[in-house]
């Protein structure tokens, strides 16, 4: 199988599905259409008898910049509802298809990882990444909350201090710190990434899916409560910050082309 939306390109080799978001020139940041759509090709890939595994990508020199901040300006500004309180909103729908996604899961970073570009790793069961790659949560400099259960993952994957530091202080973290902690399993040149992570994708597409499913259901299952309760903290965080002083600042600064200034804030905010 072979199809490309505008968004979202989908290619099969080798019982192995390989998806590359296709936003280059918005470093492929998840607007509702692309996480609308990525959650339904994770759901098509899921019940497709001749898919074992889903190799996830980037197009250009973004693996993704995270949510389109200029979409969620447009939300905040308009007084819609959004990801915080809507099930049907494509973050939602996003990170339901990636709790139930059953068979191995291989993340490809091919560069920029921000927000979502990070927060899904917590899903892949492998993740390569490029030398150059470049990862950051920016929950802190947009006065938002964590999102897609990263406050239990994140930790889960690489210790409570690494953890802290990624999801306190919204700075970069480079390909190697990233591989130091345990969020990336393997580093690769540029140019061999797609080959590498392909490979590898491969080799696992070649084993019985009802083993990988039963691997992966016994490796997830015991943490699907504290996921569940997990998502349900952030979101009520989310939904409280969306909209407040400090995500109203971080998102004109945005708009303005400045760095925003959080020191004149109410106490609180």
């Known amino acids: 199988m072979t199809s490309n939306s505008e968004i979202l390109e989908v290619h099969d080799a080798d019982r192995v599905r390989t998806l590359t978001m296709n936003r280059p020139d918005a470093l492929n940041a998840f607007n509702g259409a692309l996480y609308s759509e990525l959650a339904a090709a994770l759901r ?3 019940e497709d008898p001749a898919v074992a595994v889903v190799l996830l990508t980037g197009r250009g020199r973004a693996f993704s910049a995270g949510t389109d901040l200029v979409e969620m300006a447009e939300l905040v500004a308009g007084g819609g509802d959004t990801r915080a309180g809507t099930e049907e909103h494509g973050f939602n729908l996003l ?19 921000l927000g979502i570009g990070v927060t899904l790793l917590g899903y892949a069961d492998l993740v390569f990444a490029a030398e150059g790659a470049r990862f950051k949560c920016p929950f802190t400099s947009l006065g938002v909350a964590p999102e897609a259960a990263s406050s239990y993952l994140i930790p889960r994957l690489v210790g409570h201090q690494n953890a802290a530091w990624v999801l306190l ?27 590498e ?5 491969t ?20 943490h699907a409560r504290q996921v569940a309760e997990a998502r349900q903290r952030e979101n009520r965080m989310f939904a409280e910050l969306l909209g407040g002083p400090a995500n109203n600042e971080a ?14 804030l109410p106490d609180g905010a």
């Not at 190697?176 to 080959?195: F, I, K, Q, S």
């Not at 992570?197 to 994708?201: I, S």
């Not at 696992?204 to 039963?214: E, I, Y």
């Open 203 to 222: 080799r696992l597409a070649a084993l019985p899916v009802s083993s990988l499913r039963a691997v992966k259901r016994a490796m997830t299952e015991p």
């Open 169 to 195: 202080s919204s700075e970069w973290i480079s390909a190697n710190e990233a591989h130091e902690m345990g969020l990336v399993w393997r580093l690769c040149a540029p140019e061999d990434l797609m080959a």
């Open 251 to 264: 998102l004109a600064a945005f708009a303005e082309g400045r760095k925003p200034d959080f020191t004149a």
């Open 197 to 201: 992570a392909t490979a590898h994708a």
């Open 44 to 46: 098509a890939a899921d």
């Open 95 to 113: 990170v339901d298809a990636l709790i139930a996604f059953g068979k191995p899961l291989v993340a490809a970073v091919n560069g920029l990882g």
